[in-house]
């Protein structure tokens, strides 16, 4: 079900905060993730109402445009390929505090893709969300073959290699390279120091240190954006040379674990 509350922060928007939760208090398990996103790594999320300045609002609605011309066929391969409907899921479209341009959760009661627009404006993805789109349908597909909420697997987040690696490679079965994320000369780079990331990113594990300058979209890492998309891609491809897709998204957790740790040595 496409759930799409834009028109409604139209209706309320004047360009201030209190416009904005007028909006967001119409969603109430919405506003909850929004505020959760931010209390869960400590930080006070009315600290990040001053992004909504950020955007115009046609930028907004070019997102939105954009958007909407990309799901319908990106839902429609996604059942060809793995028969999962659109009565199995959620789409949401909202504006967030840059939560994510897209992220997949539990909302109403299914799994569910919910998309920042003000975060995919802040990126500039407009011509780039077909792999954004398919990425996160990417996640739905392993929550729906796995059977299990995907969040509950980041809490730890050595199994972001996983996740994330998973949904990086339906994005390359669907439309294969270059990634929406990467730049010029991003993937040969990441080939050329794969050692070098996996090397780090075994320190973070060990050392307990965040993941984030890996994945989060407003991070860099050896001067570089979204690496952990990369080394998670090669993971899932590691997997592959002994299980099907289907198997690797239901590998065990603790299967899963002791791999990554192989992978990364």
Known sequence: MLIDTFSSFLRQWDGSVDSWLRYIKQYPELFEKI?????????????????????AVEEL?????????????????????????????????????????????????????????????ELKWYNKLDGLAVHEFGHLVHWLLRGENIEMLEDEQMFLLYTEGFAQRI???????????????WFEW????????????????????????FFGSWYTLFGKQFLGYYLGYKFI?????DHSLEKIAKLEREEIKDKILEFLL
């Open 35 to 55: 505020r959760g996103d931010y209390e869960r790594y400590g930080m006070n999320w009315r600290e990040f109402t001053q992004v909504l300045s950020k955007r």
């Open 61 to 121: 609605i070019l997102a939105h445009e954009k958007l909407l011309e990309v799901l319908p066929r990106v839902e429609t391969k996604i059942e060809e390929l793995f028969g999962i409907k659109p009565k199995d899921y959620n789409v949401v479209i909202y504006i967030g505090l840059e939560n994510g341009a897209g992220w997949v959760t539990e909302f109403m009661g299914k799994p569910s893709i919910l998309f920042g627009l003000e975060a995919i404006s």
């Open 171 to 185: 994005e390359d079965i669907i439309l294969g390279r270059p990634w929406h994320l990467e730049e010029e000369g």
């Open 190 to 213: 990441c080939e050329e120091n794969e050692g070098l990331l996996k090397a780090e990113f075994l320190r973070r594990i060990k050392e307990n240190e965040p993941l984030n300058p």
């Open 237 to 241: 491809r590691w997997l592959e040379r």
